[in-house]
């Protein structure tokens, strides 16, 4: 796995990159935003591991500034503000994953292993096809998404939850069962993140944006 480290404090990126490459991974290190879009221009990168506070462009402008180029790379944000506001926004910007500082490295490894597993199903299977319902196209081949024909920019998350809802078209999904699937997690340690990413998805998905229905009480459900 090839990761990108953006990280200014020398001290946590040597402790980070040392760990990341015990693993076998391949670390590119950073020091500040623009030298984080400089390397994700030039090269590919299977995860972003991104500090929010760096010199120069913060790192929540380089995860807008990803997206804005239509690169889907897993982000994973660090910080030391353990507010959910912070964290909400950081995920409404594109990224992927938060974690605070200080964190148990286990959990960093963990959660970037999660981050790559979860991209990489999208083109895992030689055999996948367009799903369709209604006006919503979704190629797992490309993970192209197009509502009535028109390309639609979607995060890792976001096309994880529609793939999820559309493999599940007029079932209920509980917080849980999305979390799960989606986050590869058991409970919700942000409080409303679903609820923040369905919001998003709708907005995203347009006039089909209300086949993303709340079941007071229960969850979701998809479909008319």
């Not at 992927?96 to 999660?114: C, H, N, W």
């Not at 939850?161 to 799960?180: A, K, P």
């Not at 990413?197 to 089909?208: N, Q, S």
Request: some cysteine; hydrophobic content about 40%; aromatic content about 8%.
């Amino acid at each position: 796995m090839n990761i990108l480290l953006v990280e200014d404090e020398s001290r946590v990126a040597d402790f980070i990159s040392r760990g990341l490459r015990s693993e076998g991974w391949t670390v590119e290190h950073a020091l500040t935003g623009e030298m984080a879009l400089e390397f994700l221009a030039a090269s590919e990168f299977n995860v972003v591991i991104l500090d929010l506070m760096l010199p120069g462009i913060s790192g929540q402008d380089v995860c807008r500034k990803m997206r804005a180029r239509k690169d889907y790379t897993p982000v994973l944000m660090l910080s030391a503000l353990d507010a959910t506001d912070e964290r909400v926004e950081g995920l409404r910007l594109g990224a992927d994953d938060y974690l605070v500082k200080p964190f148990d490295f286990d959990e960093l490894v963990a959660r970037v292993g999660a981050l790559d597993r979860r991209h990489n199903a999208f083109i895992a299977d030689p055999d996948a096809d367009v799903l369709k319902y209604q006006g919503i196209e979704f190629n797992t081949r490309s993970l192209v998404v197009k509502v009535d024909d028109i390309e639609i920019d979607m995060t890792s998350r976001e096309r994880g939850m529609l793939l999820l809802f559309l493999s599940n078209e007029g079932r209920v999904l509980g917080r849980e069962r999305i979390l799960n699937s989606v986050w590869a997690a058991q409970e919700d340690p942000l409080t409303n993140v679903v609820d923040v990413y369905v919001g998003r998805l709708r907005k995203k998905l347009g006039r089909c944006g209300e086949l993303v229905q709340t079941v007071r009480g229960h969850g979701y459900r998809f479909g008319s």
